[in-house]
């Protein structure tokens, strides 16, 4: 497969939105949303997508690849005139889906382009009452689709511009055979953007197998943005909730979100911090999707300052000014770790990142600082009653090493001449 390969880490070049000649009214809206200039993922692809290309896109969330994808598309509906459903974007998550239905309607306002969110959970009616009305840009998950589809609720067969986003969590949560069903159902002759955070080899595959000569578009590293700084706290597991309570009164959060691994936990720590006085609310999956929506509006809308979700739940949120995202529980993977931790630190702001870890945690940890390339930060939490645990025992091997690889050169290099020089002394 042919591949024009772009990195942009390397090449990074400054545009303005107004070199891509965009629709009066795509401008407008562009510049309500408060962007001054486009994001380098925007830079690259925006220019590509309107010329036809296909894409496949090397990036996480809170780099801007929703605008990347949604405002060349909206461009190119307006230009072609066309008035059926010609754009479909696949995404995991219900949550996902609504966040770029809301990126479509902030940046298509002004337009008569209408978009739809489809996902499960709640009543068809409503979905397929607004399929009736016409609709140019659908955002959905597979399962619904499918179901709207065998009922002939919905027509794929103009269908000129196929996104798939967050590729690989698609891959992970088991959509990849409907995900292939439903690229049957679409024409041949239309364009393909793909994006992913991580490009493990089913995700390589199925991406060779739809593109056509696609632009390689890859955003840094896939690891946690500089824009986040982390730090590993070493706690019992029975201490974690006064660790936290003790933290945030020492921390001038804005707006956290905390992770829990079980919904029961993100339910109970919600609860207990109300308790204390904190404005939070949880999100899990035992939720109604209507109550999910409040507590996500309602942090948005900063009528909570933190929101206690699990990681299924949490997909998604779009929410720039998060300050702190805490793991309570540590993530199960390093890739579930980048994700949660990207929550922070988007859009040019920073933040922080700090995981709990007991010594259950020990495989866990070592497995993501592998991935990561360098150890997390250890801190201990000053006048902080830990009891018999000694923080700074913890994870020693680690640690150790981070010390050692921090050592200047030379103190290294003359400790191994000592070394020497008392081994030929010992041999003599
Ligand atoms: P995304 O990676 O699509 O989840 O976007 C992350 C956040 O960046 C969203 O809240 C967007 O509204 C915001 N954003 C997208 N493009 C720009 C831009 N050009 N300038 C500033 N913020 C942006």
Do not use: W
Not at 60 to 75: M, W
Not at 264 to 283: E, H, M
């Amino acid at each position: 497969m042919p591949e024009n390969t772009i990195n942009t880490s390397k090449d990074l070049f400054y545009m303005t939105f107004k070199q891509f000649l965009l629709d009066k009214r795509i401008s407008a809206a562009i510049q309500d949303s408060g962007y001054i200039t486009p994001t380098p993922i925007q830079s690259r692809s925006i220019p590509k997508i309107l010329k036809g290309h296909d894409v496949m896109g090397l990036a996480q969330t809170g780099t801007g690849k929703t605008a990347a994808f949604t405002i060349p598309i909206l461009q190119q509906l307006l230009t072609s005139n066309k008035r059926h459903l010609c754009a479909l974007i696949l995404v995991p998550t219900r949550e996902l889906a609504e966040q770029i239905h809301l990126t479509n309607i902030k940046l298509g306002k002004g337009t008569d382009l209408r978009s739809i969110a489809i996902y499960g959970g709640v009543s068809k009616n409503r979905q397929i009452a607004k399929l009736r009305k016409g609709i140019n840009v659908a955002i959905a998950c597979p399962g619904r689709l499918l179901d709207l589809h065998g009922d002939e609720h919905i027509d794929l067969s103009h269908i000129k511009i196929l996104v798939l986003d967050e590729a690989d969590r698609m891959c992970d949560m088991g959509f990849m055979p409907d995900i292939r069903r439903i690229i049957k159902l679409l024409p041949n002759q239309r364009q393909t953007l793909f994006f992913a955070a991580t490009m493990p080899d089913d995700i390589k595959h199925l991406a060779n197998k739809i593109l056509k000569e696609p632009v390689r578009i890859q955003i840094g590293k896939i690891s946690p943005t500089k824009s986040v700084a982390q730090v590993l706290y070493p706690v019992p597991q029975g201490l974690k909730k006064s660790l936290l309570f003790a933290i945030l009164k020492q921390t001038s959060t804005g707006r956290a979100l905390i992770f829990t691994r079980t919904k029961y936990k993100a339910r109970n720590l919600a609860r207990d911090l109300t308790k204390r006085g904190y404005r939070a609310v949880a999100l899990q999956g035992d939720m109604s999707q209507n109550k999910r929506q409040r507590a996500i509006d309602g942090f948005r809308r900063t009528k909570y300052d933190i929101l206690v979700a699990t990681d299924v739940a949490s997909r998604g949120i779009d929410v720039v000014d998060i300050s702190h995202v805490i793991n309570y529980d540590i993530p199960d993977s390093s890739e579930t770790y980048t994700h949660r931790i990207g929550r922070t630190g988007r859009a040019s702001k920073t933040g922080e990142a700090f995981t709990f870890a007991s010594l259950e945690d020990t495989r866990l940890l070592r497995e993501i600082e592998k991935d990561l390339g360098s150890p997390i930060k250890r801190k201990t939490l000053q006048d902080f009653n830990y009891g018999n645990f000694i923080p700074e025992n913890q994870f020693q091997t680690k640690y150790s090493k981070q010390k050692r690889s921090a050592r200047p050169r030379r103190h290294r290099q003359k400790r191994k001449l000592r070394n020497k020089a008392k081994k030929v002394h010992n041999k003599q």
